[in-house]
């Protein structure tokens, strides 16, 4: 699992509420990522990380947010929860140009 | 527009059968590819990669096969276990960022 920890493993909270996943990493790995994965759309990424503070958005941004205030961390927000945000979401983290590795995933349920 | 695709959904093969899992890229650019393997309730787990200066690469049981000519990528798994029942996932990167595109997955069951 190269050091991966997503917390927490299961949610479920209601529409129009914040929620924040974290992804924790012992590796030092400079890259880190948030995929979210429904059926039959495989996984999708949402935003990444090349470095503390540094973010750019991915294929599937829109209401999610994140932030790296350390090497370690990166946390995932979704500010106003949604029904379409429903899924499995995994954090992966990568180191030069080795091979993206990923965490066991958080079922978020949003009612 | 431009995916990374799989053509079976679910594969089933016999204890002991070698399987190929198959894979198809439509971007020319893409420069890298990787194969992972998912169990139920856990996260993707590399298997193997390739990059696009190479058409053959070997690993422990496992092959892959990158043919750019057509785009066409295929995991081969030699004497399949009931262990490599999973989600397999084929992936692609298009640029120095890592960002990975990530096909929809192929089931693979083998009976015993």
């Known amino acids: 699992d190269a050091g991966i920890t997503q917390s927490p493993r299961h949610k479920v909270t209601e529409t129009g509420t914040p929620v924040t996943l974290r992804c924790h990493q012992t590796?030092?790995?400079?890259?880190m990522y948030w995929y979210r994965q429904d059926p039959g759309h495989g996984l999708r990424l949402i935003h990444y990380?090349?470095?503390?503070?540094?973010?750019d958005k991915g294929e599937v941004s829109d209401g999610y947010s994140v932030s790296r205030s350390k090497t370690e961390d990166f946390l995932l927000t979704l500010e106003s929860a949604t029904s379409s945000q429903t899924s499995v979401y995994f954090c992966?983290?990568?180191?030069?140009?080795?091979?993206?590795?990923f965490g066991d995933g958080t079922r978020l349920s949003i009612l | 527009g431009e995916s990374v695709g799989l053509h079976l959904p679910t594969l089933s093969v016999q204890e002991g059968d070698n399987s190929i899992i198959n894979c198809a890229y439509s971007n020319s650019a893409s420069d890298y590819f990787i194969w992972y393997k998912q169990e139920s309730g856990k996260g993707p787990q590399f298997i193997i990669d390739?990059?696009?200066?190479?058409d053959k690469r070997q690993g422990q049981r496992v092959t892959v096969l990158l043919n750019k000519t057509v785009k066409h990528l295929s995991l081969q798994i030699a004497a399949t276990q009931p262990g490599d029942s999973a989600v397999y996932f084929c992936a692609e990167k298009r640029d120095n960022t890592g960002k990975l595109i990530f096909g929809q997955g192929t089931t693979l069951q083998v009976k015993p």
């Open positions: 990380s090349y470095g503390v503070k540094d973010t």
């Open positions: 992966a983290t990568r180191q030069g140009d080795q091979p993206q590795h």
């Open positions: 590796e030092n790995h400079r890259y």
């Open positions: 390739i990059r696009s200066n190479m």
